[in-house]
């Protein structure tokens, strides 16, 4: 089975900077690449970034653009999500999750979600 861990979460003041990580487990190797997602209370969860796992082409959601990086380490087996200049929107859980088929922005294209971790921004 496949198991995806974020980490990283915390409290941080608006501007500031903050890095997550996403631990995967399993067999991983069948997944087109590695997305990550955020949700607040009441809403769909909004597509944040997300890197192909063979070519590493990125993507990101238009309200992070610019402002958030996401990469994959050397073992592939982690992959990150550094977010800088950080506004009071951007508190929310992120998950991250494999794609297994599917629009990259897409929710639905994804498995194996993790549990998430609580980012918020102070103002």
């Known amino acids: 089975q496949v198991r995806m861990v974020e980490s990283g979460g915390g409290l941080v003041q608006a501007g500031g900077s903050l890095t997550l990580s996403c631990a995967a487990s399993?067999?991983?190797?069948?997944?087109?690449?590695t997305g990550w997602f955020r949700q607040r209370p009441g809403r769909a969860r909004e597509f944040v970034a997300h890197i192909k796992h063979t070519g590493g082409t990125t993507y990101y959601g238009d309200s992070v653009r610019g402002r958030f990086t996401i990469s994959r380490d050397n073992a592939e087996s982690t992959v990150s999500l550094r977010m800088n200049s950080l506004k009071p929107e951007d508190t929310a859980v992120y998950y991250c999750a494999l794609d297994v088929g599917g629009r990259v922005w897409y929710a639905a294209s994804y498995e194996h979600w993790g549990l998430g971790t609580q980012v918020t921004v102070a103002s």
């Open positions: 399993g067999r991983t190797r069948s997944s087109y690449g």
